[in-house]
């Protein structure tokens, strides 16, 4: 997934051409600028859902249901959660899952005024549970340090990453409705965090929606962002997906370089005026055979959704004489 900010991506672009005639909305060609201006405060309701499906094992959920705060700072915004529950396959052992969500409430992002992600701060909150995982695990020390930073140094990726997906790469951008952008990028294979190879990325606005479901007016649009690594990348990554993707001690097939595929595709509902997202969907996929010859003999997809429910603002506290209007956001 590119990092910056997509005015600053546009002169790469190698090709922009018509999304397919099937999908052709009726404001097709109509040029839509996305600005990054988050209202504060702001606050919503999310809830975040993961699906893990693997080959030869149970398929994997996950739910969170969390606050969202966006307040105003000097340096931008700062977001913040709380009101925090966990249901499903925990990423934390459940003795330890209400030590972990109050670790989780102490993180906050920092985002500059023109909406790039800046920071993350708190994450050694996050350290002490950690550790504690590792520890019941009985991993040496050493190993285990290492173990921490490079977990803390993933939860801030993973946070940029979300912030990108859902405001960074499109702040700036003016995109005509129906057509598909083309530009190559260097990212992270999907499923193999860290290494990262050439890709293809194309991206767009495919229709005005509305922003949510009591809503007729289509305020918002669906932007989608596909990325695939390219053969070279694939290649080269070969023996660390085929062991993702395979049972352990199960050779691969001799055509198995040959026949795999990996991408990453994002859905994103988004007010334009603002890019406070509504809906976003992210699905990372790694197969090995399938399409036109049947299913695939073995994959692993991730999706992972947020939905966003934006609520009026917290009113401030009463003066004497002075009433205080809240309003949502639009």
């Not at 005024?113 to 020390?141: C, K, S, T, W």
């Not at 990262?196 to 989608?224: L, N, Y």
């Amino acid at each position: 997934m590119p990092r910056p900010p997509l005015a600053l991506l546009l002169a790469a672009l190698v090709a922009a051409t018509p999304a397919g005639a099937e999908d052709e909305p009726p404001a097709r060609g109509e040029l839509v600028s996305l600005h990054f201006a988050w209202p504060a405060p702001a606050r919503a309701k999310v809830t975040y859902r993961r699906t893990r499906l693997r080959t030869g094992r149970p398929t994997g959920t996950f739910t969170a249901r969390y606050e969202t705060l966006a307040q105003a700072t000097d340096g931008g915004l700062s977001l913040s959660t709380r009101a925090t529950t966990w249901r499903g396959d925990l990423p934390f052992p459940p003795a330890l899952a209400k030590e972990a969500i109050r670790a989780s409430e102490c993180v906050v992002q920092r985002i500059r005024p023109e909406g790039e992600f800046a920071a993350l701060d708190g994450v050694e909150a996050l350290r002490p549970v950690l550790a504690r995982v590792l520890e019941d695990a009985r991993i040496p020390q050493e190993q285990a340090e290492r173990a921490l930073a490079l977990a803390l140094a993933a939860t801030r990726a993973d946070a940029e990453e979300l912030w990108n997906l859902s405001a960074g790469f499109w702040t700036g951008a003016e995109l005509k409705i129906g057509e598909t952008y083309e530009m190559q990028s260097e990212a992270e294979l999907p499923l193999l965090p860290g290494v990262r190879g050439g890709q293809v990325v194309e991206f767009g606005v495919r229709r005005r929606v509305p922003c949510a479901a009591a809503e007729r007016e289509p305020r918002c649009v669906e932007a989608v962002l596909r990325s695939t690594p390219d053969r070279e990348a694939l290649e080269r990554a070969a023996p660390a997906l085929l062991a993702r993707l395979l049972p352990s001690g199960e050779a691969p097939p001799e055509d198995a370089t040959k026949e795999l595929s990996a991408g990453s595709e994002l859905l994103l509902v988004t007010d334009p005026a603002t890019l406070l997202p509504r809906r976003i969907v992210w699905t990372k996929a790694v197969r090995l055979g399938g399409g036109d010859r049947g299913p695939p003999r073995a994959e692993q997809v991730d999706r992972s959704e947020w939905d966003y429910r934006w609520l009026a603002p917290e009113p401030a506290p009463k003066r004497r004489g002075a009433p205080v209007a809240a309003r949502a956001p639009r």
